[in-house]
């Protein structure tokens, strides 16, 4: 209790934490001449910085849960010096007063140098759950990486009802597969590989990068068909890898069109509905239909996404992907502080979770607390529930792909610790060297070290496939499965989480096209 008090003292104060006291005034860039067009951005401490590009038409109107429509080529030099529009959604975690809106589908690139040519490329896919974020949260800025030498892109993808509400089986296919954030993602890779050129970049070496529900989304974006051939790398930051089946996605999708009063095949009726309805609905959604997953709104398991985003690599997927994945060792703390989980609520929750699993709740306390006889019962919920929805899935698609894959896989153990919530999730966005989006969350400890280590490893992985640096030989995560504990001093661990790697392969070997999770 007294630590939650802090906390909540701590937040209450916490401003984003960005590196520069000076603001300098941007100047403007020359006009880069790209497939999609005129471009003019704008220079700031030698980086180029474009925002708000158009990649796809506004998903709205006759378009809404539709697939993707690329941008024409427009004939005007367009001013890419002020971030577009971001997707409606739910909550947010941005300092910055974005506008959300229709006109949503849009990216950013930072370039050192856009006149270079065979810069690696890296596309960040921001978190939030698939309901809320940006590729405009000041975090995400990715001048750090262009000075390191890639040519860095976010982006904004759909979100939410507009993004993952399933419709297709009540009005036909092609009307709202469910997976239309993943389709975006696919559309922001094909608009990167015609025109990265133009912006100093390789298209023939493009790493895509995410943390929480990005990862989740690139991992469901590399099982969707379409995305092959346009993904060189992937780097995978404490993804939860959920999907839903269509059956539990339609019943979604009749309670969301019941709750609002429309017919189950007026589609005309359900377009006009404005979008800020469904982000006010979100709420009473996930009290009503939470059966023990991270969040409501996911990918489904269809003829769109024939294969779990977790069993993709034992199925064939992805194997010409490098792998670079991991996981933060406390993941579930912060969501232990922001919804209160604890005592008989967060032994409920824990529950869920656990059962939708397939295993018995004492067995997992029992064996959580054989291998630490001095945690508390409060504390092995959280680690169980850190486990099964960030830890699991993340080793699965490691070893499927370390088995298989004609390329390498790299994985690691994010052990950086913060004084107030440990090594706990989200953490590791310090990659970008921004700061967080929470200063508390740092506990104030200085980390710019460890920062500044990840990303040369980033950057190492997206240039050679290999997250190996002049200061830290990382190994393959092969029969020995050898992990990098990434911390003040990082180190390699000579087996996959050490000792709970025993405990945690019976689930990791569950199918999870069939385990219901």
């Keep these: 209790m007294q630590r939650r008090k802090f906390m909540l003292g701590a937040a209450s104060s916490a401003v984003l ?16 001449s790209a497939p999609a067009g005129r471009i003019q951005g704008h220079v700031t401490r030698g980086v180029h910085r474009f925002l708000g590009i158009p990649y796809a038409d506004p998903p709205f109107g006759e378009r809404r849960w539709m697939p993707p429509v690329r ?12 971030y577009g529009q971001i997707c409606p959604q739910t ?41 809320s974020g940006s590729g405009a949260d000041k975090i995400y800025d990715g001048s750090n990486f262009a000075k390191d030498g890639v040519v860095l892109v976010t982006c904004n993808r759909r979100l939410g009802a507009e993004g993952f509400l399933y419709l297709e089986e009540l009005f036909g296919e092609g009307i709202g597969p469910g997976n239309l954030g993943m389709q975006d993602l696919i559309c922001v890779l094909q608009w990167v590989a ?20 990005g990862a989740a989304a690139i991992q469901a974006t590399i099982a969707t068909p379409g995305a092959g051939g346009l993904i060189n790398q992937a780097i995978l930051q404490s993804g939860g890898h959920s999907a839903q089946r269509p059956a539990t996605a339609k019943k979604i999708a009749r309670y969301v069109m019941d709750q609002l009063a429309i017919g189950h095949k007026d589609l005309d009726a359900l377009r006009l509905v404005p979008w800020q309805k469904f982000v006010d609905l979100y709420p009473k959604l996930s009290e009503r239909l939470h059966w023990g997953q991270p969040q409501i709104y996911q990918p489904v398991l269809n003829e769109h996404m024939p294969v779990h985003p977790v069993d993709a690599t034992f199925s064939g997927v992805g194997l010409d992907i490098a792998y670079l994945i991991g996981t933060c060792r406390d993941e579930a703390e912060l969501f232990a502080w922001l919804t209160e989980l604890e005592g008989s609520q967060f032994e409920r929750r824990a529950r869920q979770v656990i059962k939708a699993a397939g295993a018995e709740f004492s067995e997992v ?21 850190g486990d099964m929805w960030f830890r699991v899935p993340s080793l699965r698609i490691a070893e499927g792909h370390r088995r298989y894959s004609t ?20 953490l590791d966005l310090m990659v970008f060297g921004n700061g967080l989006s929470l ?25 050679t496939g290999t997250p190996t640096t002049a200061d830290q030989t990382w190994p393959r ?26 405990m945690l392969e019976p689930v990791i070997n569950i199918h999870w096209g069939t385990a219901g999770l």
């Design 71 to 82: 941008r024409k080529p427009w004939s005007h030099v367009l001013q890419a010096t002020k």
């Design 194 to 213: 015609d025109n990265i050129q133009s912006f100093g970049g390789d298209p023939s070496n493009i790493t895509i990068f995410g943390e929480s529900g």
């Design 365 to 385: 306390l029992a064996r959580y607390g054989a291998l630490n006889p001095s945690m508390k019962k409060e504390d092995c919920f959280t680690a169980a529930l």
């Design 407 to 426: 390329r390498d896989t790299y994985m690691y153990l994010f052990e950086w610790a913060s004084p107030i919530l440990g090594a706990t999730h989200a």
């Design 439 to 463: 200063s508390f969350m740092s506990g104030f400890r200085d980390f710019d070290k460890t920062a500044n280590f990840m990303r040369k490893a980033w950057v190492a992985f997206a240039q």
């Design 17 to 32: 934490a960005t590196t520069g006291c000076v603001r300098e005034e941007p100047a403007l860039s020359k006009v880069i």
């Design 91 to 131: 909550g947010g975690n941005s300092a910055d007063p974005l506008i959300e809106g229709e006109d949503c589908l849009n990216l950013n690139i930072w370039s050192a140098d856009p006149s270079a040519r065979g810069l690696p490329v890296m596309v960040w896919v921001h978190g939030g759950g698939q309901i």
């Design 477 to 502: 995560y092969s029969e020995k499965r050898s992990t990098l504990s990434i911390k003040d001093t990082p180190t390699v661990m000579g087996s996959s989480y050490q000792d709970q790697f025993p």
